[in-house]
């Protein structure tokens, strides 16, 4: 079974910085890409940034510049460096593993940005 565990949301002022961690553990095999999907209140989901286990990335326009995904496939981990957060940062942040043929995604983690 494949758990996907989140870490390093909560409250920062606008300008600030957040780093988000997930691990994945279970049965990982590559090739996959992790990523991170946010969802603000009354907004549908959408995509901030993945990676493949390759390495290559793919960033939403609103955040390049801003954000920077990263990840460890030693550990199976995946990290988002956020900075120069705003307020319409604001957000849950879910983590996700796309793999073979299933999506598998975290419990996600609040960010919120105070102006």
């Known amino acids: 079974q494949v758990q996907l ?3 390093g949301g909560g ?5 600030g910085s957040l780093r988000l961690s997930c691990a994945a ?3 990982i095999f590559t090739p996959n890409v992790m990523g991170w999907y946010r969802q603000a209140p009354g907004k549908q989901r959408e995509l901030v940034a993945v990676v493949s286990s390759g390495g290559s990335t793919n960033y939403a326009d609103s955040i ?3 954000f920077t995904i990263s990840r460890d496939n030693a550990k199976n981990t995946v990290y988002l460096q956020m ?5 319409e940062d604001t957000a849950v942040y ?8 299933r999506n598998y995604w975290g419990q ?5 940005v105070s102006s």
């Not at 409250?11 to 300008?15: I, K, N, P």
């Not at 879910?94 to 073979?100: E, R, T």
């Open 5 to 7: 565990v989140e870490s």
């Open 11 to 15: 409250l920062v002022q606008a300008g």
């Open 25 to 27: 553990s279970g049965n």
């Open 64 to 66: 390049k510049g801003r």
């Open 83 to 87: 900075n120069s957060l705003s307020p």
């Open 94 to 101: 879910s983590c996700n593993l796309l793999m073979g043929w």
């Open 108 to 112: 996600g983690t609040q960010v919120t």
